[in-house]
């Protein structure tokens, strides 16, 4: 099969497309035939060596995929060979077969494209799973995304709408910041001149992806999934954060076993798969690439101009 291969690691030219053996099939496994997967930053992290693959996932590069199902393992049930299907993966997604455990799997509804399945698994899990299931917001409550134009800002304000959350965002740009109230967002802010602090005050949750910078100065029940700041450490003011009443979480998706894994996709479908039947949930698509142009992909979402989802498809 073709998938996309490092030549070592580096900037955007050690990728280049080559063929592979196909991954062999487990009896709780679906093989998909893909047909669309997405960029996203943990991709640019792998590519420089900085964030490679749980132990025994593919080390080809993605994390998320939709396509047919082509092969079926002896112990799975409820699918039949021909659906359409989008999962979320530890590796695997630019190539055009993935094998994956079932639980990761969900069903793609027909009110949406294959480029807007392979654009949802990953940030929309993740966000379900941060700031539902871990930080259990509420009706009600409100919620600051950092980064409200990432494919996680897009996500989170659409779910968090959803679900009556009051949603501010920070973004780098008037524009950016336009577009994040234009999808739905209540309050967006220009961190680049906006003191975002000051302007949420008061929230009680935060998406955080930016990390120790950041840390000291997030109030309410804290969610940190990135550090996209750069620095490792920080001080936390313990009085502070006894008085905030604050909590401070930490969480990665792409470790996890796939028995958690298989409870995120079942608690997400539970909570939302109306929604995403109806086509009230859908990525906000920044852009639509050919897999060959896998190198210009990432070079949009490292120079950060990009809103939504970078997806690459895979020729049918």
Same mark, same amino acid.
């Given at each position: 099969? =073709?998938? %996309? @291969?490092?030549?070592?690691?580096?900037?955007?030219?050690?990728? =280049? $497309?080559?063929?592979?053996? !196909? +991954? +062999? @099939?487990? +009896?709780?496994? @679906? *093989? &998909?035939r893909v047909r669309a997967t997405s960029v996203n930053r943990a991709d640019l992290l792998q590519r420089r060596g900085h964030y490679p693959p749980p132990?025994?996932?593919?080390?080809? $590069?993605?994390?998320?995929?939709?396509g047919i199902v082509d092969e079926i393992g002896t112990e799975v049930r409820g699918w039949t060979i021909g659906d359409r299907a989008m999962a979320l993966l530890p590796g695997g997604g630019y190539a055009e077969q993935v094998v994956v455990?079932?639980?990761?799997?969900? *069903?793609? +509804?027909d009110a949406l494209s294959?480029?807007?399945?392979g654009a949802i698994p990953e940030v929309f899990l993740t966000v379900h799973l941060t700031l539902f299931m871990l930080a259990r917001v509420q009706r009600g409550e409100s919620a600051l995304i950092h980064g409200g134009g990432s494919g996680i800002g897009t996500a989170a304000t659409t779910l968090l709408k959803l679900a009556g959350v009051r949603v501010f965002v920070t973004a780098g740009s008037d524009e950016k910041c336009a577009r994040c109230v234009e999808h739905g967002a209540? %309050?967006?802010?220009?961190? =680049?001149?906006?003191d975002w602090v000051e302007r949420a005050r008061g929230v009680d949750v935060i998406l955080d992806h930016i990390g120790a910078p950041y840390l000291a100065r997030d109030l309410g029940r804290v969610? $940190?999934?990135?550090?996209?700041g750069g620095q490792s450490k920080t001080e936390i003011d313990v009085g502070a954060l006894l008085s905030k009443r604050q909590q401070i979480i930490g969480s990665t998706l792409r470790a996890r076993p796939? !028995?958690?894994?298989?409870? &995120?996709?079942?608690?997400? %479908?539970a909570r939302f798969g109306d929604d995403l039947a109806a086509g009230r949930i859908r990525p906000v698509i920044d852009q639509v690439l050919p897999i060959e142009n896998v190198a210009d992909a990432h070079r949009r979402m490292d120079r950060g101009d990009h809103f939504?989802? &970078? %997806? @690459?498809?895979?020729s049918r």
């Open positions: 099969m =073709r998938a %996309v @291969l490092l030549n070592g690691f580096g900037d955007e030219d050690v990728m =280049r $497309i080559g063929e592979v053996g !196909a +991954p +062999p @099939l487990g +009896p709780r496994d @679906l *093989r &998909i132990p025994g996932a593919s080390e080809i $590069i993605g994390l998320e995929c939709a455990d079932a639980g990761s799997a969900m *069903r793609v +509804p294959d480029e807007e399945a209540d %309050v967006a802010i220009n961190y =680049r001149n906006e969610v $940190i999934i990135g550090s996209m796939v !028995a958690e894994k298989a409870e &995120i996709v079942a608690s997400f %479908v939504g989802k &970078i %997806v @690459l498809t895979l």
